[in-house]
């Protein structure tokens, strides 16, 4: 066998390990962490499916649910690039609850629910949490060094999360194009009959615009896919 050969098999191998860490780890951070290095080494070795999915394509269909995104339109934006990524599709869930003086309707518990082969959807469900949850804290420090500079913040927190979501989208394509990675025909079969009549939801984060917000939330979308915030020794030690 050839040091080639060795050498691709080894890089396969760390490749599962590395679903199996995203797929069954407690910590969202971690999960994040292995899924998203995962995919790098796929892309980075032109790894093919077949040359990880057979023991995937074996999985049930499942529908994983993420945390609450309280109703943050920039959310559903990244729940779709997620999905994209990932091997995923997704709708999203709420309850409705009724105001009692003004009789009012509101969405509580609002949720992105992703459906795939069990290992794409748990990482896919992973990497949204975590990626929200540092999109969240950003764009608040954002606003606040803003109003600190500036008296303001006026536009800047939409700004920063619609560079955001496009930083991540730009990184997640880009280690992506060398396996042109689709979502599994059983995948979009099941979506099509989970969803059909479904609403779709619909966003508006821009109400105002701010170009120096938004340029740094892109280059924190994309060191939040290839910094060391969801980097780091994941890929080293895995």
Not at 2 to 19: A, G, Q
Not at 65 to 78: C, I, Q
Not at 149 to 157: D, I, L, P, Q, W
Request: glycine share 6%; hydrophobic share 35%.
């Amino acid at each position: 066998m050839s040091n080639t050969t060795v050498t691709r098999e080894k890089t396969i191998d760390r490749i599962k390990k590395l679903l199996e860490l995203a797929a069954n780890n407690p910590s969202e951070m971690e999960a994040a962490a292995a899924a998203l290095a995962a995919q790098r080494l796929i892309a980075q070795h032109h790894v093919e499916d077949n040359e990880l999915m057979t023991e995937i394509v074996k999985e049930n269909i499942e529908e994983i649910k993420s945390t609450d995104f309280k109703g943050n339109p920039w959310a559903v934006e990244l729940a779709h690039v997620i999905a994209d990524n990932f091997r995923c599709r997704l709708y999203f869930t709420y309850r409705c609850t009724k105001n009692y003086w003004t009789g009012r309707t509101s969405k509580k518990d609002q949720r992105v629910v992703f459906m795939g082969y069990e290992t794409d959807a748990t990482a896919a469900t992973e990497t949204f949490n975590h990626l929200f949850e540092i999109g969240t804290k950003l764009a608040d420090k954002e606003c606040r060094k803003a109003r600190q500079m500036y008296g303001t913040a006026s536009g800047v927190k939409n700004s920063f999360l619609l560079g955001f979501v496009d930083g991540i989208q730009d990184e997640l394509e880009k280690q992506c194009v060398a396996l042109v990675l689709v979502t599994p025909k059983e995948v979009n079969d099941y979506a099509d009959d989970k969803t059909a009549g479904f609403e779709t939801m619909k966003t508006n984060i821009v109400n105002a615009y701010d170009g120096k917000s938004y340029d740094s939330g892109r280059g924190a979308g994309r060191d939040a896919v290839s910094g060391s915030r969801l980097s780091g020794q994941m890929a080293l030690n895995a």
